[in-house]
Structure formats: C-alpha cells, structure tokens
C-alpha cells in the first residue's frame, strides 16, 4: 500500500505539467503568430500610407518601407534564432525564449509607435498644409469677389463717362448755338451801327439845312422887320415865304421818300426795326394830329395873313417833335439791344404794325397833296387878303421869339448829336465787348473738344481695363475651380489617412491590450514555473526515495533469491515485473509528452516558415509593383509639370501680346489726328477680336491641363487600388496576371495622355497662328 502510495503521486503531476507545457506553448506560437500577421499587416498599412505620402507630397517610398523592412528582417532572425535554439538544445526551458521574443516584440512596437508617431506629425503637417490651401482658396475668392466689385466700379465709371461725354456734347451743341447766336447779334449790331451812322449823317445834314434854314429866317426877319414898313413888301415877302413853304414841303416829301426808304431797310432788319416802328407809329400819330390841326389853321388863314407865319411857327414845332421823336427812337435802339429776345416773340404783331404804318404813310401822303393844293388856295386868299397884314406884323414878333425858340432848340439839337455819339461809342464798346466773348466762346469750344477727346480716350482704355479684368476674372475662376478640385482631392485623402489613422489607432490599441495580456499571461507562468519547479523538487525527492526503495527492493530480493530459489521465484517474478514497469512508467512518460510537444512545435513553425516567406514574396512584388508604378506617375508628373510650365509661357506670351496691343493702341492715339474715326472704330474692333482669340485659346488650354489632372487623378487611384489589392492578396492570386493588366491599363493611359499632349501642341500652334495673324 506505501509503494502504491509513493508511485501513484507522480504520473499525474507529470501529465498535468505536459499539459500546462504544451497549453503555454501553443498560446505562445498563437501569440507569435498574431504578432507577426499583426507586424505583416501594419507593414502593408505602413505601405499604403507612403504610397499616398507619395502621391500627396512626391516624397520617396524609401523613408516609410525601410522601417517595415528592419522590422519584417528582425522578425525572422528572431524566428530562425528560435528554430537554431529549438534545434540545438530542445532542453532548455520555454519560457526563457518566449521572454527574450517578447522583449524583442516590444523594442520593435516601440520603434513601430515611434514611425507611427512621425506618420502622425507628418498628417498634422499635411492637414496644416490642406488648411493653408483652404485660406489661400478663401484668400483666392475674396480677390475673385474684389476683382467683380472692381469691375462692377468700372462699369460704373463707364457709364459716367459715356454720360458725362453725352452730357459734353450737349453743351458743346449749346455752345455752338450760342456762337452763332452770338455771331449773329454782332451781323445785327454791325448792322444797326451802320445804320446808326447813316442816320447820324443824315441827321447831321439836317442839323447843316436847319442851320442854313435859321440863318435865312433871321434873313426873312430882318427883311419882314424893313418890309413891314410897307404893306407891298410885306406881302411880296409874303408870297416868297409861301414859296419857300412849298420848298420846304418839297423837302419834307423826300424826307417822307428817305423815311419809306429807311421803313424799307428796317423791314430788312426786323429787330432794329421793331422799336423804330413803334417810335414811328407814335410820331406819325402825332404827325397826323400836326397834319389836321395845320389843315384848320390852313383853312383858318383866309381869315388871316399872320396865321400863315403861325403855321409855319408850327411846322418847325414839328420839325422839333420829330428830333424828340428821333432822340426817343435812338434810345429805344439802346434798350432794344436788351430786349431782343423779348421782340423775336412779336415780330409778327410788328409786321403787321409796319403793314399798317405803310397804309398811313400812304394816307399821309395823299394828305400832303390835299395840303399842297390847300396852299395854293391859300396863296390866293394871301393875295386877297393883304389887308389882314396888320395882324401880321403883331405876328412878327411872335417869330422873333420863335427864332429864339429855334435857337435854343437848335443848342438842344447839339446836346442830343453829343449824347448820340456817346451812345454810338457804347454800342462800339458793346460789339468789342460781344467779339471778346465771342473769342471766349470759342476758345472754350476748343477746350471742351479736347475734353471729349481725352474723355473719349479714357472710354476706350476704360473698355480696355474692362476687358482686361473680365479675362483674369476668367483665369481665375478656372484656377478657384482646380483648386476646388484640389481641395476636394485632398480633403478625400485627408479622410482616407484619417480612417487609417483610426485603424491603425485601434491596431495600436489591440496590441497594447494584446501586450496587457501577454505580460499577465508572463506573470501567470512565471507563478505556475515557480509551482512547478516545487512539483519537480518533489517529484525528484520521491524519485531518490523511490530509487531507495527499489534499490532495497532489490537487496531483499537477492537475499530472498539466495535463500529460497524454488518458492521465492515464482512469488518475486512478477512483483519484479511490476516494479520494472511502473519505473518504465516514470520515466518514459514525461520524454513522450516532450517528443510530441517538439513535434508539434517544429509542424508549427514549419508551417510560420512557409506562410511568413509566401507573403514576404508578396510583399517584394508589390513593392516592385509600386516602385514601378512609382517612376511612372514621377515620368507623368514630370510631363505635368512640363505642360504647366508650357501653360505659363502661352500665359506669359499672352500677357505680352495685349501689352503689345496696349502699346499699339497708344500709338494709335498718338496718330489720333492723322488717322479718321471710322479707321480708330476698325482697329478698336479688331483688338478686341484678338483678344477674344486670345482668351479663347487660354481657356481651351486651361480646359486641356484640367482633362490631363483629372486623367493623372484617376490614373493614380487606379494604381493605389491596385497597390492595395496587391498588398491583401488571397493564397491562389497570380501577381504577374495582375502585373500584365495593370501594364496593359498603364498603356492605355499612356496613350491617352500622348493623344492628349498631340491636341494641346496643335492648339498652341493654332494659337500661335491666329496671334501672328492679329
């Protein structure tokens, strides 16, 4: 019963620490194994990132795989330092290995914490860059918002200009009226002086016959005062008075001829004769009131001689009248120059008035006729009526003083003929006055022509700034669009890096947990080493006694051998038997629960070698594949960057082009005075022609470089799909099939891009044509 008690302890502590030996290994390969799928598929994700870095920022592959590659490199030397170790000595203890592994795994996820931390700061970068995109994009709308107020201001100002230029030309018409208003009052003021001047003449020979008139009735005075003496010579003096009043009716028929004359000139200038008119109404009014009230004094003389002497005392009370009548038309002259804009309104009225005034100097002169027949009667009665010369001679003396009269009227006379010549001298002054504001008018004339010219100079450059402002409005909408485009391409890559960033984040965070439960799981077995390093201990010190036991076992058995051989045989075999096996039992059974845990230890890491070298395999030809794909979006970028530069030249070329058309356009206004307006129309017509051409060729090319990006855009996501597909390959996935496709749709684009190219070359050239030919 002891020895059963002493050997049925240890066959169940050996098969419980082959369980547990091969329960922790196994969880160890598994946690190897994840590590390393989990190392391989951060390598992938790592290359996936460096592919976009590369297509975001052109920076090389080399600084984002060479740290998957150290890492990938040092796992398998950890793998074939374990199967050299396993190999070697297969006795030393597990755990000692799968400590010195886990050390190594976690100085590798520190170096891969610390890459994930660059690729972090790196994203942090890029997002920095995608923000000052964006406000450059905001900084590029407000300009674009600027540029359309500018436009909107210029318009503005275009349309003030062509208003004030209407405005100008409506004052230069004004203007031009009011010159040849102006030039017409001065023909009319030259007029009227002429006229003034001969009036002034004729006056004067009046005042010469008035004073020839005077000095012979002094004569006839002094001849009355001897005649009165006696009654003969009186009424011969009598008789040669009546015909000297029949030469003074004489007279005063041509000075009615010279007035119809002047009535006739006067109906020539209408505005001078307006007020002449009225003057001579009024006169000729009084006239006829002097005409009736000689006619009774005429019929009155029958009755008296001396009468005669009265009416001829009135006929020079009317001479006097019509100087008063002459001095009133010359001043109304004066204010008929003022208010000649009044006198065109009733310049109808007058002609009517002047027909009227015609009939009465009609009238008037069928009444001189009736007068001059009525003074031959009254030369008869005179001869019948020589006694009334008594009434005669009180009469002369009335003359006397009516010679008085005369003379007074005569320095009167005198007074007026100054006043005239002053008057005349002010109407001079006035037309030199008209002449220089003539001169004026004129010059300002000149100063507003060069006005509209300059005004329509600025419409034109106005016109031009215009157009200029709407072409880079246009250029620069189209660049808002592509980096709208560019944004949008970016803030689409900025969310994918994000999602990676997330994945790789809980990646992180699975292996910390992973790390978390390794280090319990370490504490766990170093507990349960220590426990069954006790159990050895135990088990060593029953198998020393058990070995003591057996050893007595087998004294006894030599001694109960000697002693009895015949009966102690048969009773000692078989107890022999089953000490042998249970010792056989002992120890053969912890060295097979070793052999099959090496067994199952060398499947599994045969197995690790095999998937570990298939996917570093694929690994090395999708990187092959990617630094293909790498060197030929660089050539196509390189081919971008040169059909940018190419774009900025036919930019540049454009710009110098409408420089040179301004400088054309300068000189054409230099050669404004040689050239017509109809020739300036044209050539204004054609500039802005060419530079349609011109914006339309820009745009075409700028819609050409958009194609292209758009084509490079869609090329590179094809390639990173591609990468990406060939970065998570299935077992039975053929990467040289995929490598032929993906060269053949790299062909295709190719071919496309070249294409492409051919139409852009043929574009310029058009454009170079038609810009050589404007």
């Not at 002449?276 to 009230?293: G, H, I, Q, R, S």
């Not at 540049?652 to 082009?657: A, I, K, Y």
């Amino acid at each position: 019963m002891a020895f059963a008690a002493v050997f049925h302890v240890p066959p169940t502590s050996s098969h419980h620490y082959s369980q547990l030996c091969s329960l922790g290994l196994n969880r160890k390969q598994k946690r190897l194994a994840v590590m390393t799928t989990s190392k391989r598929k951060g390598h992938s994700r790592r290359i996936v990132k460096s592919v976009l870095n590369n297509r975001k920022s052109s920076i090389n592959d080399n600084e984002s795989t060479e740290p998957a590659r150290v890492l990938l490199e040092r796992l398998f030397a950890q793998t074939q330092k374990l199967e050299e170790h396993m190999s070697r000595d297969p006795g030393l203890p597990l755990d000692i290995q799968l400590g010195l592994n886990l050390e190594t795994l976690e100085s590798d996820l520190q170096a891969a914490l610390v890459a994930l931390k660059k690729k972090e700061e790196d994203l942090q970068d890029a997002a920095g860059m995608v923000l000052m995109e964006h406000t450059e994009l905001n900084r590029a709308k407000e300009e674009l918002k600027r540029h359309a107020e500018e436009i909107a201001v210029a318009c503005s100002k275009h349309e003030k200009l062509e208003e004030e230029l209407k405005q100008a030309n409506l004052n230069l018409a004004s203007r031009a009226r009011q010159i040849e208003d102006l030039k017409l009052q001065l023909k009319d003021r030259d007029q009227e002086i002429f006229a003034a001047r001969s009036a002034l003449s004729s006056k004067q020979d009046e005042m010469d016959k008035m004073r020839n008139e005077l000095m012979k009735k002094t004569e006839e005075a002094a001849k009355k005062e001897s005649e009165l003496q006696s009654m003969a010579k009186l009424l011969d003096e009598a008789n040669e008075v009546v015909k000297k009043q029949e030469i003074e009716l004489q007279e005063l028929q041509k000075s009615i001829q010279e007035k119809e004359e002047e009535l006739e000139e006067s109906m020539m200038l209408r505005k001078l004769e307006e007020k002449k008119l009225k003057v001579a109404e009024a006169n000729l009014e009084k006239k006829t009131m002097d005409w009736l009230l000689a006619k009774e004094e005429l019929k009155k003389l029958a009755e008296d001689a001396a009468k005669h002497m009265g009416e001829s005392n009135k006929t020079m009370k009317e001479f006097r009248r019509a100087k008063r009548l002459l001095h009133d038309v010359r001043s109304e002259l004066v204010s008929s120059q003022k208010s000649l804009a009044s006198s065109r309104q009733k310049m109808q009225e007058q002609e009517k008035l002047l027909e009227k005034q015609l009939a009465e100097l009609e009238e008037q002169k069928t009444s001189i006729n009736h007068y001059m027949t009525s003074l031959k009667d009254a030369q008869i009665e005179v001869e019948s009526e020589r006694v009334k010369l008594r009434v005669a001679e009180s009469r002369n003396k009335e003359l006397e003083w009516d010679l008085s009269v005369k003379k007074e009227l005569m320095e009167e006379l005198q007074e007026e003929l100054r006043k005239e010549k002053s008057s005349l001298q002010q109407v001079i002054q006035e037309t030199s006055f008209l002449q220089k504001e003539l001169d004026q008018k004129t010059t300002e004339f000149g100063e507003l022509h060069n006005l509209l010219q300059v005004k329509e100079s600025e419409l034109v450059e106005a016109r031009l700034e215009i157009q200029h402002l709407k072409s880079e409005q246009v250029s620069l909408q189209l660049i808002l669009k592509e980096r709208d485009l560019e944004l949008f391409n970016a803030q689409k890559k900025l969310e994918e890096v994000n999602q990676e960033v997330s994945e790789l984040k809980m990646l992180m965070n699975n292996r910390e947990d992973q790390l978390m439960q390794a280090t319990t799981l370490l504490k766990e077995k170093e507990e349960h080493l220590l426990i069954m390093q006790h159990e050895l201990n135990d088990t060593k010190l029953k198998f020393s006694e058990a070995e003591s036991v057996v050893e007595r076992i087998v004294d006894l058995t030599n001694k109960l051998v000697i002693c009895t051989k015949d009966e102690e045989c048969t009773a000692t075999s078989p107890f022999d038997d089953m000490g042998q096996n249970l010792l056989h039992q002992l120890f053969e059974k912890p060295t097979d629960d070793f052999k099959r845990q090496e067994k199952r230890l060398e499947t599994e890491l045969e197995l690790t070698r095999e998937s570990l070298r298939t996917k570093e395999l694929e690994v090395l030809a999708a990187q092959r594949a990617l630094t293909i794909k790498d060197e030929e979006l660089k050539i196509a970028l390189e081919r971008l960057d040169a059909r940018e530069k190419e774009l900025r030249r036919m930019k540049e070329e454009t710009m110098e082009d409408a420089n040179h058309l301004k400088n054309l356009y300068a000189l054409a206004q230099e050669r404004i005075g040689e050239k017509s307006v109809g020739d300036l129309a044209i050539e204004k017509l054609q500039l802005e022609a060419a530079q349609l051409e011109v914006e339309a060729a820009t745009s075409a090319l700028h819609k050409l470089a958009e194609m292209s990006c758009e084509l490079l855009h869609n090329v590179s996501l094809s390639v990173d799909s591609e990468t990406d597909t060939a970065i998570f390959l299935p077992n039975g996935f053929d990467p040289w099939l995929s490598m032929h496709e993906n060269n053949e749709h790299f062909t295709k684009v190719k071919t496309e891009v070249a294409r492409l190219s051919a139409i852009t070359d043929q574009l310029v050239q058009e454009a170079g044509v038609v810009g050589a030919a404007n």
